[in-house]
């Protein structure tokens, strides 16, 4: 059994420290608001992201060096926003080399950095090789009401990958393992753009057929984005893929969805963002792509589509009537290419 840090205690931050609980780990949630350590230890609760009791065995720390003291593994679960300056305090105040693992989902606006990479550049201690990110379909809130969730562990490490693997695994949360860092962490970055898309499109009342078209065509994004940045296309089409799209493009639980959702009905930004009170990762996600597609001519319509709705303030139904008029073309003709490109001999 393994000691580990929870560095975030939001909603997936418990749900991931439940998961491990379960499995016998002795876990530390790391919190930056003392407050909300005390009421974790003292009600068992963490009212504001989840509605269940959490097992007393789990210990909420405001006090990051005690919480890391002696731990094998440490898990950094914050918003992409938080990254740099969580990892700062966290390698201030490592003593030893612990399993980096990370399941936060997002990309930099402006450096347009993966987590993996931001972490890398905080933290001198730990090889970028080594570090391991935890992605798939896995909304906090059925995690932690133990209901069946299957995710992907990634890293160049095979040993890590599979430590990783072992320390989440059980009946009700199955693991699959990957090298591909890269596709994995890009797969459940770009997914939160075209979720916020889906609750866009619900939010207007368009039906059933505007919502596959988003997500296969986002995909198709996706893929062309990712490939493009040195990913194994065949990840997308895997859990952190096709099924966090699913599962976040389909479901009330999505605060992505909601969000857009809100958009589409109308709402002002500043509102949604402050109604929702938790991190809706696409909003500055969406910059990031949209900037990169920009600068590489990567094609992006969908995803500069709602960076414009987003950011521009552009109406949702004149975008979608850009996306609907936009050239008559074949529908795999590039994604072939990149195909044939990556596996030509
Ligand atoms: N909620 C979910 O179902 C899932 C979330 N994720 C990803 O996990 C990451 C975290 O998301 P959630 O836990 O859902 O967010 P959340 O909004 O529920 O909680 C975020 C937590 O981070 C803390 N935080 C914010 N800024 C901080 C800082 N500077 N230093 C320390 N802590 C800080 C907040 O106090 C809060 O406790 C995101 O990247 C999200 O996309 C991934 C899979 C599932
Ligand atoms: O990533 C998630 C599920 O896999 C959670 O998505 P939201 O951040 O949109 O709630």
Redesign the pocket.
């Known amino acids: 059994m393994k000691k580990v840090a929870v560095l975030g205690a939001g909603s997936w931050g418990t749900a991931l420290s439940i998961v491990l609980s379960d499995n016998g780990h002795d876990v530390r949630l790391w919190t930056h608001r003392k407050e909300q350590a005390e009421l974790i230890n003292s009600t068992h609760k963490n009212e504001h992201y989840l509605e269940i009791m959490i097992p007393e065995k789990i210990v909420a720390f405001h006090d990051m060096k005690e919480a890391l003291q002696d731990v094998d593994v440490v898990l950094i679960v914050v918003p992409t926003k938080a990254i740099r300056e969580v990892c700062l305090q966290l390698e201030a105040n490592l003593t030893h080399q612990p399993v980096i693992i990370h399941a936060t989902?997002g990309i930099e606006p402006g450096t347009l950095k993966r987590v993996s990479q931001m972490i890398d550049e905080e933290m001198p201690s730990v090889q970028y090789e080594d570090i391991v990110v935890l992605s798939?379909?896995?909304?906090a809130e059925e995690v932690a009401m133990r209901q069946p969730t299957t995710v992907t562990v990634a890293s160049l490490n095979e040993e890590y990958a599979k430590i990783s693997q072992d320390l989440f695994f059980n009946e009700v949360f199955r693991v699959y393992t990957s090298n591909d860092v890269i596709g994995i962490e890009l797969g459940?970055a770009l997914k939160?753009i075209i979720?916020l898309g889906a609750g866009i499109s619900d939010g207007l009342g368009y039906g059933d057929n505007a919502k596959a078209a988003l997500i296969t065509r986002g995909l198709a994004e996706i893929t062309r984005l990712g490939t493009y940045l040195g990913a194994n296309p065949l990840s997308f089409l895997g859990l952190p893929g096709v099924g966090?799209l699913i599962?976040?493009c389909t479901s009330v639980?999505?605060?992505?969805?909601r969000a857009g959702n809100l958009l589409g009905k109308g709402k002002q930004l500043e509102d949604v963002l402050e109604h929702m009170g938790m991190?809706?990762?696409g909003v500055r996600t969406a910059e990031a792509a949209h900037q990169f597609a920009v600068a590489e001519q990567v094609e992006m319509p969908i995803t500069s589509g709602i960076y414009a709705i987003i950011h521009n303030q552009k109406k949702p139904k004149e975008i979608v009537e850009e996306l609907m008029k936009r050239d008559k073309r074949e529908e795999m003709d590039d994604l072939a290419s990149l195909l044939k490109n990556r596996y030509a001999r």
């Open positions: 989902k798939g379909p896995s909304h459940g939160n979720a966090d599962v976040t639980h999505s605060r992505n969805w991190v809706v990762e």
